[in-house]
């Protein structure tokens, strides 16, 4: 068996199968629910954060960590774990409370979020979180530094995939373009971009500041494999991750392009792209909580 195969959950295997079972969906439905839950709990102690772009992220965020990551509890640092960064680094918030469930951090230290001395803060930092394999918030970044990654690990006969999540606004920066073109010219095929694709950005929607489309036809045309996904559909999405992770005949890199939608769980935050950042009084998380308890996503 191989060392992707050996990663891979019971019920994704044989190969020709990789449909998540209805038990490893309401798991995963559950952990998303829980990123959306523990960012609206984390802000509350910050006092501001960027809900809707976790929101739009949590499915992603749960498919990769408790399902297709080969990463080990309480263990972030093991040479031959797959990496995971983010380029939109604003939605760490969403990616803590994992961390501390994967026993990277304490309880104490999450519910101390962006306290004064606290290391977690409203972008991550590799020099002080543990599990966080590169620092982000300066957008256009992480494909550059995750593709180092796959290139490093190649060089040291390692197996690990890199998975790097990228918004669809920073398709705008020319780094990640240049970081496209090397990825497919060394054919890194143990890197992965997925894209969310939530059509926002801070200053509004991503078409209208710099079109981005057509975006898998750009894609292709650097030289990678692409797909197109819905990012909320966790049986598409967990499906077509555990394909991707597990292809080894593959000689390019892979762009997941998830369609997404930004605030996705709380509806007036679905239809007000200023929630990019902002903060729920008492009242306003209450409805968020509740309606987020209640709907079915």
């Known amino acids: 068996m191989s060392a992707r195969e050996r990663t891979l959950p019971p019920d994704a295997r044989p190969a020709s199968n990789f449909r998540p079972t209805a038990e490893t969906l309401a798991l995963l439905r559950?952990?998303?629910?829980?990123?959306?839950?523990?960012?609206?709990?984390?802000?509350?102690?910050?006092?501001?954060?960027h809900y809707s772009s976790v929101f739009s992220a949590a499915e992603i965020f749960a498919a990769l960590?408790?399902?297709?990551?080969?990463?080990?509890?309480?263990?972030?640092r093991r040479p031959d774990r797959d990496?995971?960064?983010?380029?939109?680094?604003?939605?760490?918030v969403g990616l803590f409370?994992?961390?501390?469930?994967?026993?990277?951090?304490?309880?104490?230290?999450?519910?101390?979020?962006?306290?004064?001395?606290?290391?977690?803060?409203?972008?991550?930092d590799m020099r002080k979180v543990p599990g966080i394999d590169f620092s982000s918030g300066s957008i256009g970044h992480a494909l550059s530094a995750g593709l180092g990654m796959a290139l490093g690990g190649r060089m040291q006969k390692r197996s690990f995939d890199v998975f790097v999540m990228l918004g669809d606004g920073e398709m705008q920066?020319?780094?990640?373009?240049?970081?496209?073109?090397?990825?497919a010219h060394h054919k890194a095929s143990n890197l992965?971009?997925?894209?969310?694709?939530?059509?926002f950005q801070l200053d509004g929607a991503v078409d209208d500041v710099m079109g981005i489309e057509p975006l898998d036809e750009k894609w292709r045309a650097f030289g990678w494999e692409v797909h197109t996904v819905d990012g909320h559909d966790l049986d598409a999405l967990t499906t077509l991750l555990r394909q991707v992770k597990a292809d080894e005949a593959r000689t390019k890199p892979c762009c997941i392009i998830a369609r997404t939608l930004k605030g996705k769980g709380v509806s007036y935050m679905e239809?007000?792209?200023?929630?990019?950042?902002?903060?729920?009084?008492?009242?306003?998380?209450?409805r968020a909580v509740e309606e987020i308890m209640n709907r079915t996503i």
């Open 271 to 286: 239809t007000e792209p200023g929630w990019h950042l902002g903060y729920l009084d008492p009242s306003d998380a209450a």
């Open 83 to 92: 990496r995971f960064l983010m380029g939109k680094g604003h939605a760490a």
């Open 65 to 76: 960590y408790y399902d297709v990551m080969d990463i080990n509890h309480g263990d972030p």
């Open 173 to 183: 920066e020319g780094q990640v373009w240049e970081a496209a073109i090397s990825a």
């Open 97 to 124: 409370p994992i961390l501390a469930e994967f026993g990277y951090i304490d309880r104490e230290t999450l519910d101390n979020y962006t306290r004064l001395g606290n290391p977690l803060g409203d972008h991550p």
């Open 30 to 49: 559950e952990k998303a629910r829980f990123v959306r839950l523990e960012t609206i709990r984390l802000i509350e102690v910050a006092k501001v954060g």
């Open 192 to 199: 992965i971009a997925i894209i969310d694709r939530n059509g």
